[in-house]
T-cell receptor, first 118, second 115 residues
Framework: GAVVSQHPSWVICKSGTSVKIECRSL??????MFWYRQFPKQSLMLMAT?????????EQGVEKDKFLINHASLTLSTLTVTSAHPEDSSFYIC??????????????FGPGTRLTVL | AQSVSQHNHHVILSEAASLELGCNYSYGGTVNLFWYVQYPGQHLQLLLKYFSGDPLVKGIKGFEAEFIKSKFSFNLRKPSVQWSDTAEYFCAVNRRGSTLGRLYFGRGTQLTVWP
């Protein structure tokens, strides 16, 4: 149980275009979802936290107009990288938690999406 | 502010050697503690976790970790490493009872095991 999927697993796009990444909780209801960014050989950097049906809370330094997060249902959150630039190339990881499933706030991680912007 | 420190950035061992990776956190309240592993080209996987009870927790693949509250530490150990343990290891902490359950990650330790 507690499986989180991401789609696509990798994407290549041209500079200036927008890319949407989906994060789904397959067998539980994700009351909260988290989006992370991971640079090569570095740790995970939390970008934003989203609760179903409400606006995402962005970490300091993360542009909310560039990284649009939507958590419209209890099983789906999307991250849209708008007007992508080469410096946005990174590994994007989502995680999810369900309050009843994980009373100690354990998060379940998706497999990540590798974004390359040319 | 909450922070997690992993002092070893890169550890190189031979097979069968013993492993201990350090993890310290800075938060005075009650915490939940996690170790994650990321094998080359793969996603983050949970190795083990501590919520309460016995401070010595056992995880998958022969790993264990000990929570020492007085030292704010949660070090990861394995008595005999294998080549397949080569991976990046992340320590993470969240605050017990926090509404959102935000995880704070250490910067990671790259473990390389030579056959």
């Amino acid at each position: 149980g507690a499986v989180v999927s991401q789609h696509p697993s990798w994407v290549i796009c041209k500079s200036g275009t927008s890319v949407k990444i989906e994060c789904r909780s397959l067998d539980f209801q994700a009351t909260t979802m988290f989006w992370y960014r991971q640079f090569p050989k570095q740790s995970l950097m939390l970008m934003a936290t989203s609760n179903e049906g409400s606006k995402a809370t962005y970490e300091q330094g993360v542009e909310k107009d560039k990284f649009l997060i939507n958590h419209a249902s209890l099983t789906l959150s999307t991250l849209t990288v708008t007007s992508a630039h080469p410096e946005d190339s990174s590994f994007y990881i989502c995680s999810a938690r369900e309050e009843g499933l994980a009373p100690h706030n354990e998060q379940f991680f998706g497999p990540g999406t590798r974004l390359t912007v040319l | 502010a909450q922070s997690v420190s992993q002092h070893n950035h890169h550890v190189i061992l031979s097979e069968a050697a013993s492993l201990e990776l350090g993890c310290n956190y800075s938060y005075g309240g009650t915490v939940n503690l996690f170790w994650y592993v990321q094998y080359p080209g793969q996603h983050l996987q949970l190795l083990l976790k501590y919520f309460s009870g016995d401070p010595l927790v056992k995880g998958i693949k022969g790993f264990e970790a000990e929570f020492i509250k007085s030292k704010f530490s949660f070090n990861l150990r394995k008595p005999s490493v294998q080549w397949s343990d080569t991976a990046e290891y992340f320590c993470a902490v969240n605050r017990r009872g926090s509404t959102l359950g935000r995880l704070y990650f250490g910067r990671g330790t790259q473990l390389t095991v030579w056959p």
